[in-house]
Every structure is written in structure tokens, then in C-alpha cells.
């Protein structure tokens, strides 16, 4: 199982070059519609287009935990495509949920601001709006990576390789990137992914429900120790909150048992 991640500036080209690669290594390809679409599958869809490669506004990071439910989704989703096969991920911080597998390629197509201009400006884009449309996407890009993993997506030890399309054909950056995916160097990086992709998925998605079930506290965590089983830890207050907190992990998809080392708090432990 193997995995391309393109991370792109607007006008750069980068959405038609992975498209490209994909097709030529008949992988998945999953760009915002096809993530989309996933979402929908898992109910998930409202909470996909939430994020939609933004920030939250500081009002929403304060008063609201909504935004954490947000991200634990989409993980969720990009991890479920991830476990159906080989594929082409672009954009939604893929770059950096795969990277801990170690058998992915991460790709970053970036342009100078004149060279993004030109393309825009083939497509009909006015360079006024054109000007805008790149600052605004690179600001919300650059931000939305930065509050959903806390590392600046301009960081080149993010990628594999980068390309800058100021001087290379979409043909020779399609062929540099194939060219590297099918060498034996890449290919030896690959593993049985497919347990830990699950394993990670259901992790964000156990997050998620517990988060919107009103268990926002640091003290109370869950992890994935093995495909299905769910482990519960931490300290709780109240016996019943414990009671409904295993109660919420029963009801997520993908749970089949449940490991409850929750400990009570000292003065809760009489009955």
C-alpha cells in the first residue's frame, strides 16, 4: 500500500499534477469532492465543510470545542480512505496525517506570485481577483496547518520533494513525481499499513464523540490498543459520568470492546 500527498499554492498547478500522477499509477484520487463525498458516507459531511481548509476564528477556538470535533473528522475520514488502497491525497493536511506511516511520498507544488498570475489569468481570472484569491488562500492554508498540527506548511522538511513550477513543464513534474514513486527507494519505505490506519482512524473518531458528549476535560483520554478495543483513562468526578462516558464509545462505529481504567476521584469513591 502506497500513498502521494500533494500540498499546493493556488495557481500553481498543483491539483491538475496530481490528478495526472494518480492516473498514471491508477491510484484513488481524493481531492475535495472525492473527501467530501467520504464524509457524507460517515455522516460526517457538515463537520468536513466546517473545516474546509481554514482556521476557526478566535471566537470559535474559545467558547466552542466544536473545532476539535471538526479536525478528529476529518482525520477520521482521510484515514478510512487511506485503509481502501493506494491513492493520491491532495490538500486537508494528508501530508502530515500519513507521514507517521512512513510509506508515503508527500509532494509540494508551489509557483512564484507572477507565475500563479499567468495561470490564473488563462483560466479568466483578472489579475486584481486573481491577487486576492492567492493571498486569501495562502493565508487560510498557512493557518489552517498551523492550528490543526501547529507547524508552519511552508517548512520544506514537511516534503519529500518540492517542485517550483516557475521553470518545469506539467509533463516533467507528472514524470519527476511518478519516476519516484515507482523507485525501489520509495517502495522500500513501504508496510502493512492497513492496522494502523484503522487503528487511527477510530482513535480520532472515539475523540470526537466524547468531545461532543461534554468531555472536554485533559484528564480523560482514549487510545486504540489494538484493532476494535478501545482503551478509557484518565480521572472522573462523578460514577455516572464515567457509566456514560463508555456508554458514548459504545455507540462509534468501530468499537467492539472496551478497556474502562477510568479511576474515580478519591472523595467519589464511596458508594
Not at 89 to 99: A, N, T
Not at 144 to 166: H, Q, R, S, T
Not at 222 to 234: A, D, K
Not at 241 to 268: C, F, M, N, P, Y
Request: glycine fraction near 6%; hydrophobic fraction near 45%.
Amino acid at each position: 500500500m502506497y500513498f502521494i500527498t500533494f500540498t499546493r499554492k493556488m495557481g500553481a498547478d498543483g491539483s491538475e499534477i496530481a490528478k495526472r500522477v494518480a492516473e498514471g499509477l491508477q491510484y484513488n484520487f481524493y481531492d475535495t469532492e472525492a473527501i467530501e463525498n467520504a464524509a457524507r458516507e460517515m455522516g460526517f459531511l457538515q463537520d468536513i465543510k466546517d473545516v474546509d481548509d481554514k482556521a476557526p476564528t478566535l471566537f470559535q477556538r474559545l467558547f466552542s470545542h466544536r473545532p476539535e470535533i471538526h479536525l478528529d473528522r476529518l482525520h477520521s475520514v482521510i484515514y478510512e480512505l487511506a485503509s481502501r488502497g493506494s491513492a493520491v491525497f491532495l490538500g486537508r493536511g494528508s501530508h502530515i496525517l500519513l507521514k507517521q506511516l512512513g510509506c508515503a511520498l508527500h509532494v509540494r507544488i508551489v509557483a512564484s506570485t507572477e507565475k500563479r498570475l499567468e495561470n490564473l489569468a488563462r483560466r479568466g481570472v483578472g489579475a486584481d481577483v486573481a491577487l486576492k484569491l492567492i493571498r486569501r488562500s495562502d493565508h487560510e492554508r498557512a493557518a489552517f496547518i498551523k492550528f490543526a498540527f501547529g507547524v508552519d506548511w511552508e517548512d520544506p522538511g514537511l516534503y519529500d520533494i518540492v517542485l517550483n513550477m516557475d521553470n518545469l513543464s506539467l509533463d516533467l513534474a507528472v514524470d519527476t513525481v511518478l519516476y519516484l514513486a515507482r523507485s525501489e527507494e520509495i517502495k522500500a519505505r513501504s508496510v502493512d499499513a492497513m492496522k494502523s490506519l484503522g487503528m487511527m482512524g477510530l482513535t480520532r473518531r472515539a475523540e470526537a464523540a466524547l468531545i461532543e458528549a461534554g468531555f472536554v476535560s485533559p484528564s480523560l483520554s482514549v487510545s486504540v490498543v489494538e484493532p476494535g478495543r478501545v482503551q478509557l483513562t484518565g480521572t472522573i468526578a462523578e460514577r455516572l459520568d464515567r457509566t456514560k462516558a463508555v456508554e458514548v464509545l459504545k455507540r462509534v462505529k468501530g468499537v467492539e470492546a472496551i478497556d474502562d481504567q477510568v479511576r474515580l476521584l478519591e472523595h467519589h469513591r464511596t458508594v
